[in-house]
């Protein structure tokens, strides 16, 4: 292949001429050499985006698969709850688990299609997931599994559920030994199925984990958007450069 070479100016016994030299300008093979070598980084730019997307859309279906089965688990404990007559916040639950749904399907709409504002957007959902989401199904099944475990009683003389408190209102808890059966007729059982409640807790986990991830790997995807190498122009070589190009190419020992 041909390569540009550097004439330096010489004295008459060899050594170099002392002054500025300037090399000479590179031919127009080497010109071309340089236009596939930088089409050669673009391509493997581009590739590295692709397999950036790929792993985003495996988070999705996790997402969607891991929302589902939170779902499912969400509503079972609600009808647990509802056979055996125990306060519960019926809902809840299943909204968190249903925006891991949501937030999955933006993932995979987004690595499908990958249009930056999908990708931007399922970035925004992960954080709300761990700052939001995943914390507030571990609280609360945390409390349903400590108040079925300790046996716990409530009563209030408003509903747990009204828009607004009336005045001189009181709410009383009692757990373990400290109910007897008149209590029972008259309070309510708190908690559910703490079966239920610590499945919930460990698919949050995993949703907190494949959530750190997907915000990493869509913050990488837009950084790489954003740092890309910019568009060089690029001449077409004439068919005079063209065969210039070939003859010193076979000049070459």
Known sequence: MGRASLELPLNRDGSIRSGNFRAPSPSPFDKMRMQLNYLKSRRITEGATLRLLSILKMLAQIHVFLGILMLILSALADYVSSRKNTIRLNGLLECCSFYFVVMGSVGLCGAASYRRGLVIAILVMSVHAILIFVPGIVIVSSFDIHFHKHECWGSCDWHLLATSLPQNSQCQILCGTNVDEHKRSVMTRLGTDYRLDAGLIALAGLELLFAIATFLIS????????????????????APQVQQADQSNKQEP
Request: proline share 10%; net charge positive.
């Open 219 to 238: 913050l990488k995807i837009i950084c790489s958007k954003i740092t890309q190498q910019p568009i060089v122009e690029m001449m077409p070589l004439t």
